[in-house]
C-alpha cells in the first residue's frame, strides 16, 4: 500500500488570502448597515420643535464627534451627512453615534411626547434585533 500525500499549502494561502480579505469587508458591510439602520431610525424618532435635536445627531470614526449643532427639523441634512461618515468605514473601525444637545437626555427619557419612549435605546434595539 503506498502513502497518499498532498501539498495543501497553496490550499491554505487562498484561504488565508480570502479571510485577510474578504472577511474585513463583510464585517464592514455589516456595520454599516447597522450603524445606518441605528442613525436613520435614531434621527427621525427624535422629537421636533425648532429641529435642534434632530440635527444635533453627529457621525465619527474612532473618536467622539465634536461640533455644532445645526438645526436640521427634516433630518435629511443630518442622515447625510452621517452616512458620508459611515460610508468611509474601514474595517476594524468604531463608529460613534453622538447628540452633544444639552437636554437630549431628558429627550431619551421620554419627556417629548413625540417621542415617549425615547429615541437612541429603542433604534439601537430594534435595528440590533434585526441582526439577531
Not at 48 to 61: E, F, L, N, S, T
Amino acid at each position: 500500500m503506498t502513502a497518499l500525500t498532498v501539498d495543501v499549502s497553496e490550499f491554505n494561502r487562498k484561504v488565508r488570502e480570502f479571510a485577510e480579505k474578504a472577511v474585513p469587508a463583510q464585517l464592514v458591510q455589516h456595520q454599516q448597515k447597522i450603524a445606518l439602520g441605528i442613525l436613520k431610525k435614531v434621527i427621525f424618532k427624535t422629537p421636533v420643535r425648532y429641529g435642534r435635536a434632530r440635527g444635533g445627531w453627529q457621525v465619527d470614526i474612532d473618536k467622539l464627534p465634536t461640533g455644532d449643532t445645526p438645526l436640521d427639523k427634516t433630518g435629511n441634512r443630518t442622515l447625510t451627512k452621517g452616512t458620508n461618515k459611515i460610508l468611509k468605514l474601514h474595517p476594524f473601525q468604531s463608529v460613534l453615534i453622538v447628540n452633544n444637545v444639552e437636554y437630549i437626555i431628558y429627550l431619551e427619557g421620554g419627556s417629548s411626547e413625540q417621542a415617549a419612549e425615547g429615541m437612541l435605546g429603542i433604534s439601537v434595539q430594534e435595528v440590533t434585533s434585526q441582526f439577531g
